[in-house]
Every structure is written in C-alpha cells, then in structure tokens.
C-alpha cells in the first residue's frame, strides 16, 4: 500500500515534519516496493484551509495512511472522508516512519491532536 | 470643496480616542439641529453605546450565504472544490465537504455546480442594533463570537447610513480587510493618534492606506502632551492638516473610564469637537 509521511526535506533520511497542514513535502512510499516519491506541498504558505488542501495532496496522490507528527480538526475530517487511516505522534526520519509504521509501532489516531492553525506557529 | 458627509474616524493604533472622538464629533452636530448618524463598525469590540447610551428600537440578525450540498443530486465531479480558493469546500471520492468558517461567500462554488447541487445556506454572523441617543441617530455592529467574516458585517452596518444627513463611522484600529470595508467610499477620514512612537509608526500605515484609497484624510492629535513632536513634524513634512488636538488630561481619562461624554463632563473642551465639525464642513474633495 501507499503511505504519506509529512517530511522536512525530499530523501528518506529527511525528518518527518510534525505539521501535517504546512508540512515542506509529502513522502509517498510504496511499502511493498519501497518506491518514494517526495510531493512538494504548496498550502505551505495558503492563507487558510492548509490542512483540507494537503489531505486532498495526499488522497490524489493514492495514499491509503498519513505518518505525521500532529494534525488539526479539518484535515482529519477531510482524511476521514477518504478512508485514510490517520497516525499521529510520529518521529524521526521518513525511512524510519516507514519502518516503524510495517512493523505495527505506530497507532492509529482516533482524532486530531491540536485546533486549527497548530502549523502556523501557535496563532 | 463641499462639506464632508460621511465621515470616517479611524486610527492605525488601538486605543487612541476614535470612539471619544466620533461620539462627541456626533453630539456636536446634533446640539446644532444637524441631522446626523453615529454608526460602530468597530464590529469585533462595539463600544460606542458605553458613551452614547442609546434607546436601542430594533435587533436584526445578519447573515450570509454558505453553500449546503444536496446529496442526491450530487454527482462528485468536484467542481466545487476546483473553484474554491479557501479550501471551504472540497470533493473527496463523490463525496463533499464544507467548512463554514473558512467560506467567503463568494458564490462560485453554486455558479460552477452543473448540476445546481448547492444550496445557499444562511450562516448567522452578527446582530445590528438600531435605535437613538438623543438626537444622534445609533447603528451599531455585533460580531458573532467564533465567526472571523467581520468586513461582511461592517458592509451591513455601512448600509444602514442615510441617504442624507451626516453619518459618522466608528472604524476599527489598523489597516487590515475590516478597516478597508469600513473606509471604501466614505468623503473623509479623520485619523485619530497620540503623539508617541507607536502613534506615529501606525500613523504612517493608516495615512498610507488612505492615499492608496484616494481618500482625503487629515490628524486629530490625542492626549496632546505626552510622548515627543515627531507626528507634528511628520505631519508637516507629509503636508498633512493636524485638524484638532485634545490634551493629555486625565479628567478626561477620568470621564472616559465612567462612559462620559467629554461634551457632558468637560465643556470647555467642547469647541475642539467643533473645531473638527468647522474643517469638515470644508473638506469634501
């Protein structure tokens, strides 16, 4: 299947950006086959509605799961809307993410984490 | 030149006196038989009715149009979503989501719809309160708590001002979307500041906004006394009238903190306000 890991930089040793919303890329890992693919995010800088552009960035992009750090009220609701399974709390480097996700380390969030705007520096 | 009409009175700093200067500029007029309106757009933070004590006549709710999806006609096409530029609404697998608060009401989301499945809905953002203090006819704006679509309610407020008379607006600080709403169109601004630095930095940003607007615009200096000349100085560099100037007096600091008038409890200041009402008369473009 493929996964989404929100990432600071476009390797798989790049560390997993803990904002999901206004993370810098999407790293799109196959995990059978390992292919990665890093999608740069353009609702970095959007002036609202980050989170809702970024989970539609992830869906298009055919992920079935998100790996990130934290994740606001309207990007899991619009993840909820495409099936995806949603993970917060993760950390580390994008490899290990990938890593830790097949080996069953991470759980499945039941909710976001933090309110709204949480990536735009605490506003 | 020709008298100035609806009149703005606006600051780029919080809390330099624009509402001391509206309501008591508002008075002045009324003591003289002129038909004139008081009206807060400072919709986020009203205070206006603290110090004018009106007899409010009526409440009216305003609202604005969101789109509602009808699930049934909805094909998935994701239109919608396309045209959104604030991700209010988006298309996921043939299903369609709204978020209220990020919609601007712009509309496109109901033109685009092929198949006419969206609805316009009505999302409460305020209240405008109408009634009047005295001869001072009273408009004021109440933003709902937890909406952010403040220049769609001062837009509200701004039709309430009368075909004639003089219609004083009570602008919001800064020089951000509200302030803009509340300035377009009005035939002069009056910019309230205090001859300190920070009054003098944003000043300068709300002077801007005016000439970027084409709206003539002059200075009341507020709490004259304190701080340093650098606004005098800017001002006559800028060639920009210093209309009036109130003095650092703490019986008005006192009066103020008791919501009264400063035309009530200090009359001798009284002829400042009418010093502002003199220079308007001349000041229409």
């Given amino acids: ?123 | 030149m020709g008298e100035a009409r609806v009149i703005a009175v606006a600051s780029g700093k919080g809390g330099t006196g624009k509402t001391t200067v509206a309501t008591n500029l508002a008075r002045v007029y009324a003591a003289q038989g002129r038909a004139v309106q008081y009206l807060d757009c400072d919709v986020e933070e009203p205070n206006g009715h603290i110090f004018l004590k009106p007899r409010i006549d009526r409440r009216e709710e305003v609202t604005v149009d969101v789109p509602e999806v009808d699930a049934a006609k909805c094909t998935g096409c994701g239109e919608c979503g396309k045209i959104c530029q604030y991700s209010a609404i988006v298309c996921i697998q043939d299903q369609v989501l709204t978020f209220e608060p990020l919609c601007h009401s712009c509309g496109g989301c109901w033109l685009v719809c092929p198949v006419d499945a969206i609805e316009k809905k009505p999302l409460r953002i305020g209240e405008i309160e109408t009634g009047a203090a005295g001869d001072v006819g009273f408009v004021s704006g109440r933003l709902e708590i937890g909406t952010v679509r403040t220049p769609s309610l001062i837009a509200s407020v701004k039709q309430h001002v009368n075909s004639d008379g003089i219609a004083i607006l009570d602008v919001p600080p800064g020089t951000s979307c509200p302030v803009v709403t509340a300035l377009r169109g009005v035939d002069f601004v009056v910019l309230v500041t205090e001859p300190t630095p920070f009054g003098l930095n944003d000043l300068k940003l709300a002077v801007d906004l005016a000439r970027e607007m084409g709206l003539p615009f002059g200075v009341v200096i507020n709490r004259e006394g304190i701080g340093n000349r650098d606004v005098e100085t800017y001002c006559q560099t800028e060639k920009i009238d210093i209309i009036a100037r109130l003095p650092d007096d703490r019986r008005i600091a006192e009066a103020y903190s008791s919501g009264k008038m400063i035309v009530d409890a200090l009359g001798e200041y009284r002829d400042r306000f009418l010093t502002i009402q003199n220079y308007l008369e001349q000041a229409r473009k």
């Fill in chain 1, 1 to 123: 299947m493929k996964i989404a890991i929100t990432s600071a930089g476009t390797e798989m040793d790049s560390q997993v950006d803990p904002r999901f919303g206004r993370a810098a890329y999407f790293a799109i890992v196959d995990t059978e086959t390992m292919a990665f693919e890093a999608v740069e995010n353009a609702n970095v800088a959007a002036a609202g509605g980050a989170g809702i552009g970024s989970a539609k960035v992830v869906i298009d992009a055919g992920a079935e799961a998100v790996l990130t750090g934290n994740c606001g009220p309207n990007a899991e609701r619009t993840l909820r809307a495409g099936s995806i399974k949603l993970y917060i709390g993760v950390t580390g480097t994008v490899a290990e993410a990938v890593e830790g996700f097949k080996a069953g380390r991470w759980q499945e969030a039941a909710g976001p984490n933090v309110g709204s705007h949480f990536g735009t520096g605490g506003a």
